[in-house]
T-cell receptor, first 112, second 116 residues
Framework: AQTVTQSQPEMSVQEAETVTLSCTYD???????LFWYKQPPSRQMILVIR??????QNATENRFSVNFQKAAKSFSLKISDSQLGDTAMYFC?????????FGTGTRLTVIP | KAGVTQTPRYLIKTRGQQVTLSCSPI?????VSWYQQTPGQGLQFLFE???????NKGNFPGRFSGRQFSNSRSEMNVSTLELGDSALYLC???????????????FGEGSRLTVL
């Protein structure tokens, strides 16, 4: 069965600093997608970044980048130059065969 | 372009009652998925509808049901409510089946259900 584990329930970071959120997953599939979603307080969840498993190059979206280690089944999110607007719940998600599995989330607080 | 709209945003029910939640997807999106979000469990997949047919179902009891209309709007129903059903229920839409495309889902703000 597919599982997604986020071992850091809460994290904090100083504004302008860099923070890394961890995610591991378990699957026997070879083709899949990985995602990081962001859920700001009382706002809609939005997609932050996406990684295709067959691509070796790590995805990057402006200040957000991932470290995808397929063999280790690890998919961490790095946020550079953290901003107050980055305060949110972050969910790691795995998709394969019409199913999307989410982790339990990491609550990130950016401190001014 | 309007986003995903969920109604009602908040509601309070008592044990044993039933509840119906509504979701209007982004115009042109044919897939609607439902998730239950609780602090301890994160997001758990309930079901996905595409072209008025349930295409995928999570591991929830039969008290949880849904349907999709010809205009892609979807409703989910929970019967015989239990205290443990208190949660934020999220709806997400996509143009194609969630697992068939790039996987990007567009979420609504959710319906927060409290069961007393």
């Amino acid at each position: 069965a597919q599982t997604v584990t986020q071992s850091q329930p809460e994290m904090s970071v100083q504004e302008a600093e860099t923070v890394t959120l961890s995610c591991t997953y378990d699957t026997s599939e070879s083709n899949y997608y990985l995602f990081w979603y962001k859920q700001p307080p009382s706002r809609q969840m939005i997609l932050v970044i996406r990684q295709e498993a067959y691509k070796q190059q790590n995805a990057t979206e402006n200040r957000f980048s991932v470290n995808f280690q397929k063999a280790a089944k690890s998919f961490s999110l790095k946020i550079s130059d953290s901003q107050l607007g980055d305060t949110a719940m972050y969910f790691c998600a795995f998709m394969s065969a019409n199913n999307l599995f989410f982790g339990t989330g990491t609550r990130l607080t950016v401190i001014p | 372009k309007a986003g995903v709209t969920q109604t009602p945003r908040y509601l309070i029910k008592t044990r044993g009652q039933q509840v119906t939640l509504s979701c209007s997807p982004i115009s042109g999106h044919r897939s609607v998925s439902w998730y239950q979000q609780t602090p301890g469990q994160g997001l758990q997949f309930l079901f996905e509808y595409f072209s008025e047919t349930q295409r995928n179902k999570g591991n929830f009891p039969g008290r949880f049901s849904g349907r999709q209309f010809s205009n892609s709007r979807s409703e989910m129903n929970v019967s015989t409510l239990e205290l443990g059903d208190s949660a934020l229920y999220l709806c997400a839409s996509s143009m194609v089946l969630a697992g068939a495309g790039t996987g990007e889902l567009f979420f609504g703000e959710g319906s927060r259900l409290t069961v007393l």
